[in-house]
T-cell receptor
Framework: QQQVKQSPQSLIVQKGGISIINCAYE??????FPWYQQFPGKGPALLIA?????SEKKEGRFTISFNKSAKQFSLHIMDSQPGDSATYFC???????????????FGTGTQLKVEL | DGGITQSPKYLFRKEGQNVTLSCEQN?????MYWYRQDPGQGLRLIYY???????QKGDIAEGYSVSREKKESFPLTVTSAQKNPTAFYLC?????????????FGPGTRLTVL
């Protein structure tokens, strides 16, 4: 059962355009929503993250929009550049019951290609 | 240079063999995690550990085993019981006790069963 649904699976955008990736979740225990960026053959790296009490967070060209009532959140990449070509994963975090750790549930990923 | 190291980068295994993937971190993180990545399926949690000598199963633990004898090390053994072990394996770590603590990932090990 996929707890975090991500779309689209792949995306091609022209340089300078806006890339939009969407995610939806069901589990109301999720309390933090990070986005990871992964280049081929590398591990994912945190790109930007949002708490559910905030509707939008912007860092440079990257913006997360969050709709708590709809249980949806999205990543917008403004002025997309060829260097943004990578796989993007949304994730949702839930705290573990003991120990102070957390568990991330990932979406299936979106392969973004930014063309010149 | 602080970070997470995984070795080897590429690993080939014959069917029926157990193999162990290494994960070491010098970030002084308490928690460590193992994920498996397959095309089109995202990352799925195999095992995690929040303290030395303690670990818990994740969502897809069958056919895998781990140990946590030292804070900085969390090796993963892929056993012959894992029916489809070819995948990209990622180790991660995080601090405990703070809200919104980020998981940092290593560079991964690509395992191929021949």
């Amino acid at each position: 059962q996929q707890q975090v649904k991500q779309s689209p699976q792949s995306l091609i955008v022209q340089k300078g355009g806006i890339s939009i990736i969407n995610c939806a979740y069901e589990n109301t225990a999720f309390d933090y929503f990070p986005w990871y960026q992964q280049f081929p053959g590398k591990g994912p790296a945190l790109l930007i993250a949002i708490r559910p009490d905030v509707s939008e967070k912007k860092e440079g060209r990257f913006t997360i929009s969050f709709n708590k009532s709809a249980k949806q959140f999205s990543l917008h990449i403004m002025d997309s550049q060829p260097g943004d070509s990578a796989t993007y994963f949304c994730a949702a975090r839930q705290p573990l019951l003991t120990g102070g750790g957390n568990k991330l549930t990932f979406g299936t990923g979106t392969q973004l290609k930014v063309e010149l | 240079d602080g970070g997470i190291t995984q070795s080897p980068k590429y690993l080939f295994r014959k069917e029926g063999q157990n193999v162990t993937l290494s994960c070491e971190q010098n970030l002084n993180h308490d928690a460590m995690y193992w994920y498996r990545q397959d095309p089109g399926q995202g990352l799925r949690l195999i095992y995690y550990s929040q303290i030395v000598n303690d670990f818990q199963k994740g969502d897809i633990a069958e056919g895998y085993s781990v140990s946590r004898e030292k804070k900085e090390s969390f090796p993963l053994t892929v056993t012959s019981a894992q029916k489809n072990p070819t995948a990209f394996y990622l180790c991660a770590s995080s601090i405990l006790g703070q809200a919104y603590n980020e998981q940092f990932f290593g560079p991964g090990t690509r395992l191929t069963v021949l």
